[in-house]
C-alpha cells in the first residue's frame, strides 16, 4: 500500500506580519494599503501561511493576516463584519448566506481554491490498509468497535474526530456518516494536527483529517462501496473526483473582493498560487474531466 509522507505544520492561530502598512477605515473586502485579514478553516491555516508569506514576498506593502478557528468561526467572523475573507472546507449553508446578506446587504461570494481529500489516518502499526465508507460509518457512529471485524487484530478500536465548529467534522458527518450522530466515545480534538498526533501514539486509533497533515501516520485506501477497491486520496483520485472524500476549499467574501483581497485571492488561482497548493500538500482546483 502506498504511503503518503506530506509536510504537517502546526494549526494553532497565529497571525503572519511581514510588512507593515497604516490600516484605514473601509471596506471589509480589502481595500488597498490596509491590511487583508483571513479567518476560518484550520485544516486550510498552513496554506493560507503558505500563499500568504509568498504573496506578501512578491507584493512589498501587502499585509495578509491569517488565523484559523475552524469554518464555522470564519463564517460567523465573515457574517459579523470581522473579517476580509472567510476560508473554509465546506460551503456556507443556506442559511448562512442569507444572514450574511441582511447584514450587509450583499451577497457572499465563493472562490473554490484549492482541492482537499479527507484522509482516513491509521498508526503505523495497524496492518489495515484499506476500508469502505460503510465501514467507516459504523467505527464512527459505534456499530463497529474492534479492529478485528474489519481485518485487524482484536482490539478496541479509538475514535478521534474534530469539533462541531470544523468544516471537516461537518463535511465528514454529512459525507461519510450520512447524518448520523457520532457515538459517544469519539474522541474531539481542536484540529487535524491534534489528531495526527493521537493516531502516531495509539496503535488501536483511527483519525481524519485534510491530507496536507499526514505525517508519520498513514493515509488508507478508501473505497466507495464493499467489494470495490478502495483509492487513495493523492492527487490523481482527488482531481479526477474518485476519492470517495474529496472535497473543494473556500474563500468567501462579502460581495465581489476589490482591491488588495481582489489582487491576493486572483493570485492564489494563478498558476504560483495554485503550485504552492502542491508544496503543502494539497492540491490545485482543476477542471475534472
Same mark, same amino acid.
Given at each position: ?76 467572523? /465573515? ?29 457572499? %461570494? ?89 493516531? /502516531? ?83 490545485? %482546483?482543476?477542471?475534472?474531466?
Amino acid at each position: 500500500m502506498a504511503r503518503l509522507r506530506l509536510a504537517a505544520m502546526p494549526i494553532a492561530a497565529f497571525a503572519i506580519l511581514l510588512a507593515a502598512t497604516s490600516c484605514g477605515q473601509g471596506d471589509r473586502r480589502g481595500a488597498k494599503g490596509r491590511t487583508v485579514t483571513i479567518k476560518g478553516s484550520d485544516t486550510m491555516v498552513i496554506l493560507g501561511q503558505r500563499w500568504a508569506e509568498n504573496y506578501m514576498r512578491k507584493n512589498p506593502g501587502a499585509v495578509i493576516q491569517v488565523t484559523g478557528g475552524g469554518s464555522g468561526v470564519g463564517i460567523a467572523a /465573515l457574517i459579523n463584519g470581522g473579517t476580509d475573507i472567510c476560508a473554509a472546507s465546506r460551503p456556507m449553508k443556506d442559511k448562512e448566506k442569507e444572514q450574511a446578506k441582511a447584514r450587509h446587504g450583499r451577497e457572499a %461570494v465563493e472562490t473554490a481554491v484549492a482541492l482537499d481529500g479527507i484522509a482516513v489516518f491509521l498508526n503505523e502499526a495497524n496492518p489495515v490498509d484499506e476500508l469502505s465508507l460503510e465501514q467507516i460509518e459504523a467505527i464512527y457512529t459505534g456499530g463497529i468497535t474492534d479492529w478485528k471485524d474489519v481485518g485487524g487484530p482484536a482490539g478496541r478500536i479509538v475514535c478521534y474526530g474534530r469539533e462541531n465548529n470544523s468544516g471537516t467534522y461537518m463535511y465528514f458527518k454529512e459525507h461519510v456518516l450520512r447524518n448520523r450522530d457520532f457515538a459517544s466515545d469519539v474522541q474531539t480534538l481542536p484540529g487535524t494536527a491534534a489528531v495526527i498526533n493521537a493516531v /502516531l501514539k495509539d496503535k488501536s486509533a483511527i483519525g481524519y483529517g485534510g491530507i496536507g497533515y499526514a505525517k508519520g501516520v498513514k493515509a488508507i485506501r478508501v473505497a466507495s462501496k464493499a467489494g470495490e477497491k478502495g483509492v487513495t486520496p493523492d492527487m490523481e483520485h482527488v482531481v479526477a473526483g474518485t476519492y470517495p472524500i474529496s472535497r473543494k476549499l473556500f474563500f468567501y467574501t462579502i460581495g465581489e473582493p476589490i482591491r488588495e483581497a481582489k489582487a491576493f485571492i486572483e493570485w492564489v488561482l494563478s498558476e504560483e498560487g495554485q503550485n504552492i497548493c502542491e508544496q503543502v500538500g494539497y492540491y490545485p %482546483v482543476r477542471k475534472r474531466n
